[in-house]
């Protein structure tokens, strides 16, 4: 569309630099404003219409994109490392890279990645920080092995972390101080608090309308617990997104091999890229 107005936005976390172009690659407006939703609904006022927007994969994109797409014609995000190599320079700025991306946009080579629906993002969330909360718990769990490693205790390390061998421990073990029976005691309320929680989380999203289905019929299939099948869920997004098999295989940083492989090859091929989230399970 002539009448089409491309924008590209290099995304901070205090500033957003823009460059506005037409179809024809003139020059609109160029400039910065503050990373806020005032400033951009004061940004918003001013545009030429229609228009359409991209932007690089940050850790600040999802919100800005969530608040301007009810306004653009289309949004898209670009794929960081993929964008890096097309637009690498030794020149840089923010502005000049805005630019950049407006021009990929305009002539249509800009490298987009998925951008998940922000219900499903919600609850990625969600599972992301349940699995922040589990690695926190497993640091408890080892700083009460190595406290009592420190002064020479003995336990059963199957049973250390049990509710009733810790207290009955406690109260039998000997030439213990005082200061790491405390501790012990904290560290073990942490974990307690911490395992509730985690628990919490995974119940407060596994029956939510939006993934029920997908996740009991993950659930169906032998070995599938809740948390490997709510991360399959949560970390894919919309499986009809992917065009193939080998396509869906590249999330979890793996790919299937080819109809007629090489002699020499190997059977798979492992790719750098991928969900590391996904990738545990």
């Not at 569309?1 to 901070?12: K, R, V």
């Not at 219409?49 to 800005?64: H, K, V």
């Not at 002539?107 to 349940?130: A, F, G, H, S």
């Not at 997104?241 to 869906?248: D, E, G, M, T």
């Amino acid at each position: 569309m002539e009448s089409m107005h491309y924008i590209g936005m290099d995304i901070h976390k205090k500033i957003i630099a823009f460059c506005i172009k037409t179809f024809n690659g003139i020059v609109i407006k160029q400039g910065k404003l503050p990373a806020t939703r005032k400033a951009l609904s004061n940004w918003l006022e001013d545009l030429p219409q229609p228009w359409t927007a991209a932007m690089e994969a940050t850790l600040f994109t999802a919100w800005i994109y969530d608040f301007l797409k009810p306004y653009a014609q289309s949004i898209k995000v670009a794929h960081p490392e993929m964008l890096k190599a097309i637009t690498a320079a030794k020149k840089k700025n923010d502005v000049s890279d805005a630019e950049k991306i407006t021009d990929l946009l305009r002539v249509d080579m800009l490298p987009e990645c998925y951008m998940m629906p922000q219900e499903l993002r919600d609850l990625r969330r969600i599972l992301r920080y349940r699995n922040h909360i589990v690695r926190t718990a497993t640091k408890e769990k080892n700083k009460i092995s190595g406290l009592l490693m420190e002064v020479g205790a003995q336990y059963n390390k199957k049973r250390l972390h049990g509710e009733k061998y810790f207290s009955e421990f406690l109260d039998t073990v000997e030439h213990v101080p005082d200061s790491v029976i405390n501790m012990l005691e904290l560290s073990r309320s942490n974990l307690e608090i911490f395992t509730d929680i985690q628990k919490r989380l995974v119940h407060s999203i596994k029956g939510d309308p939006l993934i029920r289905g997908r996740v009991e019929r993950l659930l169906s299939i032998r070995g599938v617990g809740e948390v490997t099948a709510l991360t399959w869920v949560l970390e894919v997004g919309e499986p009809e997104r992917f065009h193939s098999i080998r396509q869906a295989s590249a999330i979890a940083d793996f790919v299937p091999p080819k109809k007629n492989p090489p002699a020499k090859s190997t059977a798979v091929q492992f790719l750098k890229r991928g969900t590391n989230t996904f990738k545990r399970y």
